[in-house]
């Protein structure tokens, strides 16, 4: 016999440390959280974990863009995939790996029709070894956390046995990370608006889970709007995913550092969070971008505060136009209360 065939070839399951620092997290929203906006959040928080938009697998490996680039400074940054074969999720997360993304997650909560009519997504939850094989298939391929995003329920499968032996067959596979959005979708006659809105939110549901299964590192997702209620949350939990809120009123992060991650540096003003947009806004802009697919996301910058409305409909009424420059930026800035943009409040009433 060769030394060759007496040596076990079998591979060995390596797990490797996870060191991502998951206790704050902006969630992945399609069409909102793209490489302009994870830039914009980043000049607030160095330590938010960063979400793409969910990106398919299809996309990847088929379509003609590049799906994805991504800036270096919006590290630490997680590609939320979209999919459920596990030969073509093991294809993106080998590329994730590859281009240097710090997480691969997989989507299995988004409850939209077309999700569901390529079998991923919400409806994947009544699909446990399915799931559990696509993460076995990403594990094999790279060291990089593989980490599922997920519900605690879908239609009338929504007892608690039911999460837990979805996260049990996960788990088994080596997924030590899960995001739980804390309501059921129902995959029929919702919109995935109303799929964020209707179904209520159970965070004790979550709670238990966390309890039930101390070695797993679990994050809360669903409705969280504030700092303080983010404590709450993480004197339970391992993590706090925030979306919308993180989203429409983007300044919340600027203390996110100072208060969830016990950094003491000092908190970035508005102002400045505008003057360090100026450089990347002039790059994009002359690689030939168009203003307002940044500025979009900024609109929320101001939320509540004296002057915020000048702010937004200047930006929305001029970044679309052809030639718009940063000088529509700073224009609409002129709107905005003085005391409003030197402060690093995050609400100034
Ligand atoms: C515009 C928008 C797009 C979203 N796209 C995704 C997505 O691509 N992948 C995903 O897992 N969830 C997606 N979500 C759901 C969010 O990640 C999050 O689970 C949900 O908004 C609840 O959190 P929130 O109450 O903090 O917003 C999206 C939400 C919004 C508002």
């Known amino acids: 016999m060769s030394i060759k065939n007496s040596v076990n070839t079998t591979p060995k399951l ?119 094989q696509c993460v076995d298939a990403m594990k094999q391929v790279t060291d990089i956390p593989i980490t599922v995003k997920t519900r605690i329920g879908i239609d009338e499968q929504d007892s608690y046995q039911f999460l837990t032996d979805f996260i049990e067959t996960v788990s088994a596979q080596g997924c030590s990370a899960f995001t739980i959005h804390a309501r059921k979708a129902w995959l029929q006659g919702l919109s995935p608006k109303e799929n964020r809105e209707i179904p209520p939110l159970d965070y004790d549901r979550v709670y238990q889970l966390k309890r039930d299964y101390q070695h797993l590192n679990i994050s809360i997702n669903g409705g969280i709007k504030t700092l303080e209620e983010s404590k709450l949350h993480l004197a339970l939990l391992d993590g706090v995913m925030v979306g919308r809120e993180a989203y429409q009123n983007p300044y919340i992060l600027a203390q996110v550092d100072q208060q969830l991650c016990g950094l003491d540096t000092a908190v970035i003003t508005r102002q400045q969070v505008i003057e360090q947009m100026l450089p990347y806004i002039e790059a994009h802009l002359a690689q030939g971008g168009r203003l307002n697919h940044i500025t979009r996301h900024m609109i929320g910058l101001f939320q509540g505060l004296p002057g915020s409305r000048g702010w937004r409909r200047h930006l929305s009424e001029n970044a679309h136009k052809p030639n718009a420059d940063i000088g529509v930026v700073l224009k609409a800035a002129e709107f905005v209360d003085a005391e409003a943009l030197a402060s690093d409040e995050s609400t100034l009433i």
């Open 14 to 132: 390596v797990i490797p440390t996870d060191t991502l620092d998951r206790t704050f997290s902006i969630a992945p929203m399609l069409d909102w959280t793209d490489r302009h906006y994870r830039y914009f959040a980043r000049l607030m928080s160095s330590k938010a974990l960063l979400y793409t938009e969910m990106i398919t697998t299809g996309a990847i490996l088929q379509g003609k863009g590049d799906y994805l680039a991504y800036n270096e400074q919006e590290h630490p940054v997680a590609l939320q995939l979209g999919g459920s074969n596990a030969v073509d999720l093991a294809a993106c997360a080998k590329l994730a790996a590859e281009r240097g993304y710090d997480e691969v997650n997989l989507n299995v909560g988004c409850p939209s029709d077309r999700v569901q009519n390529g079998r991923f997504g919400a409806c994947l939850m009544a699909e446990p070894a399915l799931v559990a």
